[in-house]
Structure formats: C-alpha cells, structure tokens
C-alpha cells in the first residue's frame, strides 16, 4: 500500500463545526477512506482543538482572521458555507471591521471581493502548508468552491493531480435567483483546473454539464453514505401531537429548499385533513418572510415553526413525522431525507434532487405540484399499509448506501484516474 | 378650580413561557411549566419597585387628605396573580377601598379584546370580573373602563346594555373636532352613556415625559405642572389616567416620581387649586333615577366614535393590538374557538383559552416600530414580535390538540 493511497484533501468544515451537509460528507467519507488504508491530510480554515484519529487535521489560518465564529467552544471557518443557523446564536462581527465571521447569506450582500479575499487568503495558507508535506501525497481532493482555489494553487506547486469534489453548487443555492457571480465562476474554474470531479448525484453530474459545460466524462457519481445509527429509532407519535398527523420540513428556509410549496402544501393538505400538524424545522433569510405568509394563509395554529434543531431534538423531530417532505427546487444531495427514512419515516423528494436516486422506495414529485403532494401526503397518513411499504422500501435503500460504498468508489477513482491502477 | 380624576390601571397579563413544538400534546401548562417563572418573577418585582412603594404612598395620601380621591381598576388575571405572588398587594387595595376615597372600575377579566370580537365572551368576562371584586373588595363596580380606554360608540351600547353608568376612554382629536376635552361628553348609545375623556396631555406628561430629558419642559416640577391646570374653571374635568405602573416601575424611584407625586397631592389638598373626583360621583349625576336632581345628559355633547380608538401609541387606534398579520390570524384563531372551547366543559381548557385572550399577547407581536425599538419592546418579555408569534401559535396548536 504505502504512499501509493496517500490524499491532501482541502476541506472547509468538519463537525462539529459545521453548517450543514458539507461537513457531515467529509466525515463519512474520510472515516471509510481511513478504514481502507487511505492516508489523509485534511486542510481546515480553523485549528480544531480535539483531533480526530482517522486522518490528520492540517489548520490553515490566516493571520487576518482574528475573529472567526466560535461554535462549541472552539472557532470555526472565516465564513458558513451554506447556512446561517450557527450565525443566529453566535454575535456578528460588524461591517466596519469585516470580522472575518460572517456566513455567506449575509456575504452574499456584500462585495464579492470579500469572499475572494477569504477564500485567496485560504489558498495561499493551504498551498504553502501542502508543500511542505508533498512527499506525502499523490492525489488532491477539493471539497466544495471555498476550496477549489486553494486546491489548484496546491496543484499548480505540486503538479500533483487535483480531484474536485462538488456537494452543491451555486446553482442549487440560488433557487430561483440569479446566485453569485463570483462564486459560479470559482466552481468552474475549479472544476477545469481538475483533473476529474466527483458529484454527488446523477443530478448533479447532469447540472454540471448543462449548465457549467463541463465535460461528462470528466464526471464520476459518488453519492453520499448514510451512516448507522448508534441506538434504534424511537419512532412513533408518543413524542408529541398524539392525535394528529405530523407533516415535517426540514432544511434552511430559503428558496432553494422549497419552503415556501411546503406552506401551500400545508393549505392544500388541510383541507382533507383540518387536523392536520405541519411543522417548519430550520433558520434562514426566508424566516420572516415565512411567518408573515403563514399567518398570511390563516395557517398560525396548523403550521409551527421550531427554530434550528439539532442531535436529539432532531431524531425527536424525525422519529414522529408520520410524512417528511423536501421539496427542494434543486438539492445536490439531500442528506436529511435519508435520516428520515432511516427513522421508519415516508418521505417525499423533490424530482430535482440527488438522494431520490439512491432513496428509491420514496415519492418522487416535482416541488411544484402541489396537488400530487397534497394527495400523497392524505394515501400516507390514510393508509397504513402503504406507509409501511413505503418505509420498508426506504429502510432497505438506506441500509446499502454505506458510507462504505461511497468510499469504495472514491478510491477506485484515485486509482483509476491517478495511479495507474 | 378643575376637578381632577386620577385613575390608574393594574394589570399583568400571564405570560407564555418558553414552550416549544415538542410540548405540543404533552400537557405542559402554558404558564408556569416551563419552571421560567416569568410570572411569578415579573409581578414580584413590579411589587417592590411600583405596587408596594406606590400603594404605601397613596394610603398615606388618603389618612392625610379627606378630601383627597383616586380611581383604579384591576383586572382579573392581575388580581389573581397578586393573591398568589404578592398577598400584601391585596391588602393595601383593601384598606384603600375601605377608605371611601377610592373607587374600583369594571373591566374584563382577562383584560381581552372581546368587545370586539364575542359580545357573549364580553359579558362573561365582565361578571367574572365584578365578582371577584365584590370578593375581594365587597364593592360593585358601577363605572366600567374597557380593556386599553378601547372605544367606539358599538362597545359604547354594549357597556350602557350592562348596566354601567358612565364609561371612561381617550380623547381623540380626530373625533373632537375642536370642542374642549375637559368637558363631558355622551357617547351615541340609546340612552346617551356619559363619558369622561382622558386628557392625553397632561396625564402622559407624568406617565410617559416624565423623566425624559430631551423634553423641553423636563424636568417637570409640581408647581409648573399645576400652572398648567390654571386655565382651566370649574366647570372643567382633567382627567388623568395613567396606569399604575407609572410609578416606580415605568418612571424609576430615582426620577424623583413618588416625591412629585406627593408634592402634587399635597399642593392641590392645600392651596385649594383643584377638587379631587371619582367617576361613579361624577357621573351620578347623570342618573335617572335621580331625575329631579339629576343633570340632563341631553344637553351634553356626543362624542361619535364610529371606528375604534384607545389610548395606546401615538395613534391612538387599534393597531397596537391589531395591525399586522399575526395579530389578525391569531385573533381570528382565538375568538373563532370560543364554541369548540365552551363546549367541552373542561374547566383548564376554557381557562387558558380565557387567558390567551390578554391584549398583551397581541401586543408582543406588533412590528409598527420595532425596528425603532421602543416602547413595545420594553414591554415585551419576548425577544421579537416574531418569537411572540411562534410561541403563541404553538399553544394555539396545543390548546387545539387538546380539544380533539
């Protein structure tokens, strides 16, 4: 084996200091890669104050950030990659200072220069750390655009070969908006830089040649694992709301995820069933907007919104739904229905996402038809036994999607691609 | 020499505590709980810095001042809360009463906007109201003030249909036009109820300027204040209603208010320059039943308000309480449960649903001006109006969960 499996990846978040999905799939992945004798350098833009033991955790700071988030104790990246659900707890820094601590949702409002700015900062942090260890490694894998340029000044010092992974694109993001123009440009410069791209899903890959232009071939799918649980799913309706269907959203509430279907949804699905719960978990820039629109509808005592919710209150959340919905308009991946099936949950994807290639026993439904979820969401609630279908087909698709599996095939890319193998 | 009506108003709403989505059906009360003690918290320290400091001053005031005279009214859910937390709240409203210097006004139980939403709700709450105050007083309340001064010539029928013999509201210019505030006025109701209107001037001048120092009278001096109610003759009511809180808790004890206060009593009583009046004496005279030495209400001017007003913000309408989406949904929500609610029977559930009724819980969700940050936020236990509206709208969830 030896130095043939070695990897300098450049990450951006790790748990626990992360915001979303991002952080989770380097975790997964990079324990999996561990197991089948990958060496791993993995590059944060923070120093983590308790190491992990699978890989070694490389902290690439900048001497300009002085005040990155704390979260947990210990600071995180210079900015959020997706979410601004950490930020909501944590003081910002004031624009006067640019503190080096805002999540992107905020930066989005300001010069894109403040993004390259950090993100340069990175690359040269990263690049300078990457030589050193160049002896160590044959193979560099990039996670997400905040890495890209870090990755292929890496490359350009090195002349090893650079893999771009892509969870999520700028695309995805924008939902219906136009999205950043800066940040689309890095993804693509990344992705041509690279000597291959992963995506997570055929969705993705598709996405990336359509509307990046990249080239297919280039492309290979490794979709994310899902990993075991620790102790079984307590699921069942004794959490709360006994007597009544619950209807669960879960995700950042911003357009990308759909949110705002999953409110007419609620309209539409009241009217079969008065009764009805439906109950928004997450934060975001759209959670105003949403109350106003809820009250709006005259939904104030059918739809509740718990605000963030994380470890058990999640499980919690997702051990009671009776229907998880993720009406995403464009979800790379979509990690969160996978833990909702793994939970005895039915879950309804949007046809515009990733995991419902691999989460085959649920509803696939376009994140506008409104009516053919309505009617979903009433056959589950209403028949038992199709529930049960639904969720014994879904268990089975969670219980092969190993992160194992996803390793697997990473690994046979470096070899493919990479090493001669 | 004006005559003076002082009326202070008490209340505390019951404050929904931290309640989260995972409550919802496991029967948490709404109240109390969460183990927050909001309540229990907010009411004791509004009793050492207002209650007791302000109740102790205004005993000392009546054994001094025979002729001395104040007003209050107390709702409910203040009086209940005082009973629980504060005992010798009680006890001080008593002996004060006792006196015969002081007068108790009706009001709502819950201190809710039913009056304009349920007129049965409305008088249900009124009679909870006036028997726990023929408990705890032994009085009957003859004069009845609405929820906030909150008025229109609708609600005017409906307090004049319950027997009351005057009611008390803001004075509001747009429905003035021109004519004196200080004098009194009939609403349009089928038999002319007599009102007295709130002189916004001269009450918010102690109740909300104060102590403020950009103001270009501050600071605010006794004998200034009183030259101020020199233009006014005999004939003239300046009636000052504020609510109790004013008092040590609104104005801080440093601000030197308790002392103003006093001197003002104390310079009034002395130098004769105005006659202390309670509403009941005032509007007596109004009275039928007393018709050959009665006064004609006939010949009294008709205060026409079609819309309603109140004494809150610079407005002086509805829109503290009612303006923006929340606010319309979750009033909708709560007043269209009332028969759901009254027929199940269920003692707690009627109950908290009477007290998710409170002005207040609307009030926390106003956003007119809250990116200013004012005095809606000070009063607000919440973070935003938007936390107000997502707790009240899981106990709405709840308080429908529990009805299934």
Same mark, same amino acid.
């Given at each position: ?9 450049? @990450? ?20 999996? $890669? ?10 944060? #833009? ?52 640019? @503190? ?12 894109? &220069? ?11 942090? !990263? ?33 090893? #070969? ?15 908006? &136009? ?71 879960? @995700? ?6 759909? !949110? ?9 699905? $009241?009217?079969?069933? #008065? ?23 005259? $939904? ?81 609630? @209403? ?16 219980? &092969?999607?190993?992160?194992?599996? &996803? ?11 990479? $090493?001669?193998? | 020499?004006?005559?003076?009506? *002082? ?20 029967? *948490? ?29 205004? =005993? ?73 105050? =023929? ?22 029928? *409906? ?57 270009? %009278? ?11 109610? /020199? ?34 009593? =104390? ?50 309408? *509805? ?31 009627? /109950? ?12 926390? %969700? ?36 529990? %009805?299934?």
């Amino acid at each position: 084996m030896g130095k043939s499996n070695n990897v300098f990846m450049v @990450g951006w978040e790790y748990p626990p200091n992360n915001s979303g999905g991002l952080g989770v799939a380097c975790q997964g992945l990079t324990e999996e $890669l561990a197991n089948q004798n990958t060496k791993i350098k993995f590059s944060l #833009p923070y120093n983590v104050s308790s190491p992990v033991a699978h890989m070694d955790i490389i902290g690439c700071t900048h001497p300009n950030w002085k005040n990155n988030q704390k979260i947990n104790g210990t600071y995180g990246p210079p900015f959020f990659a997706y979410s601004q659900e950490f930020a909501e707890t944590q003081p910002m820094g004031s624009i006067e200072n640019f @503190g080096y601590s805002f999540d992107i949702s905020k930066l989005r409002k300001f010069p894109e &220069s403040e993004f390259e700015k950090r993100v340069n900062e990175y690359a040269k942090v !990263v690049s300078q750390a990457g030589q050193a260890f160049r002896d160590d490694f044959d193979v560099i894998h990039a996670h997400d655009w905040m890495s890209f340029p870090a990755a292929e000044e890496l490359k350009r010092k090195t002349g090893k #070969p650079m893999i771009a992974h892509v969870h999520s694109t700028e695309f995805d993001r924008a939902g219906l908006n &136009s999205g950043n123009q800066y940040i689309a440009g890095v993804e693509y410069a990344g992705m041509n830089s690279a000597n291959h791209v992963i995506a997570v899903s055929y969705y993705t890959k598709n996405l990336l040649v359509h509307k990046y232009g990249v080239d297919a071939n280039k492309i290979s799918v490794v979709h994310n694992g899902i990993s075991k649980l620790n102790t079984p799913p307590d699921f069942g309706n004794h959490h709360f709301a006994q007597k009544r269907p619950v209807i669960v959203f879960m @995700g950042r509430l911003t357009m990308q995820k759909g !949110v705002t279907y999953f409110l007419d949804l609620a309209s539409e699905v $009241l009217k079969n069933i #008065p009764n009805a719960l439906f109950v928004v978990a997450g934060s975001g820039d759209m959670y105003h907007e949403l109350l106003f629109k809820t009250a709006n509808a005259n $939904l104030s005592a059918s739809v509740v919104f718990s605000g963030f919710v994380r470890d058990k209150q999640k499980n919690k959340l997702l051990d009671r739904a009776d229907v998880f919905v993720m009406p995403s308009v464009s979800e790379p991946f979509g990690l969160v229905a996978m833990e909702a099936a793994q939970r005895h949950t039915p879950v309804i994807v949007s046809k515009n996402s990733g995991v419902g290639e691999v989460l085959t026993g649920a509803q696939m439904i376009d994140f506008w038809d409104i009516k053919k979820m309505s009617e979903t969401i009433v056959g589950l609630v @209403g028949d038992k036994q199709y529930s049960e279908t639904v969720v014994n087909e879904q268990l089975k698709n969670v219980d &092969s999607q190993t992160w194992k599996g &996803s390793a697997q095939k990473v690994k046979r890319i470096y070899e493919k691609f990479f $090493l001669g193998k | 020499m004006p005559k003076v009506c *002082l009326y202070f108003e008490l209340h505390q709403p019951y404050r929904l505590e931290d309640i989260n989505i995972f409550d919802i059906g496991n029967k *948490l009360d709404y109240f109390e709980d969460r183990g927050d003690e909001i309540n229990r918290v907010v009411f004791q320290k509004v009793t050492n810095k207002s209650y007791v400091p302000m109740l102790n001053l205004l =005993k000392k005031l009546v054994y001094e001042y025979p002729d001395f005279k104040f007003t209050f009214s107390a709702s409910g859910i203040f009086l209940e809360q005082a009973l629980r937390y504060s005992p010798i709240v009680i006890d001080l409203l008593k002996s004060l009463v006792k006196s015969g210097q002081v007068e108790v006004l009706a009001e709502t139980y819950h201190h809710s906007l039913a009056a304009l939403y349920s007129k049965s709700e409305f008088e249900i709450q009124i009679k909870e109201h006036e028997e726990l105050v =023929k408990e705890i007083f032994g009085v009957v309340p003859k004069v009845f003030r609405n929820t906030e001064l909150i008025y229109s010539n609708d609600i005017a029928q *409906l307090v004049e249909d319950q027997g009351y013999i005057g009611t008390l509201t803001e004075a509001v210019d747009r429905y003035l036009d021109n004519r004196s505030r200080t004098q009194m006025f009939v609403g349009k109701t089928k038999n002319r109820l007599p009102l007295m209107l709130k002189h916004a001037q001269l009450s918010d001048d102690v109740a909300f300027r104060f102590s403020d120092k950009s103001w270009k %009278m501050y600071p605010l001096m006794v004998e200034k204040y009183l030259d101020w109610f /020199r233009s006014y003759g005999e004939n003239d009511y300046i009636n000052l209603f504020m609510d109790f809180e004013t008092f040590g808790e609104h104005q801080w004890k440093d601000t030197g208010i308790f002392e103003f206060f006093l001197e003002f009593v =104390k310079q009034s009583s002395e130098n004769d320059s105005t006659e202390f009046v309670t509403p009941t004496e005032v509007f007596q005279k109004y009275q039928k039943p007393f018709l050959k030495l009665s006064l004609d209400r006939d010949s009294l001017p008709v205060y026409d308000v079609p819309e309603p007003i109140s004494w809150a913000d610079v407005d002086r309408d *509805l829109t503290a309480w009612r303006d923006n989406d929340f606010q319309y949904d979750t009033l909708r929500l709560i007043y269209d449960l009332e028969k759901d609610v009254l027929d199940t029977k269920n003692q707690e559930i009627i /109950r908290d649903w009477r007290r998710l009724q409170t002005s207040d819980h609307f009030y926390y %969700m106003c956003t007119k001006w809250f990116e200013d940050g004012d005095v809606h936020a000070y009063f607000s236990p919440y973070k935003s109006p938007y936390e107000a509206y997502t707790r009240y709208s899981i106990v709405l969830a709840d308080l429908r969960e529990r %009805m299934i």
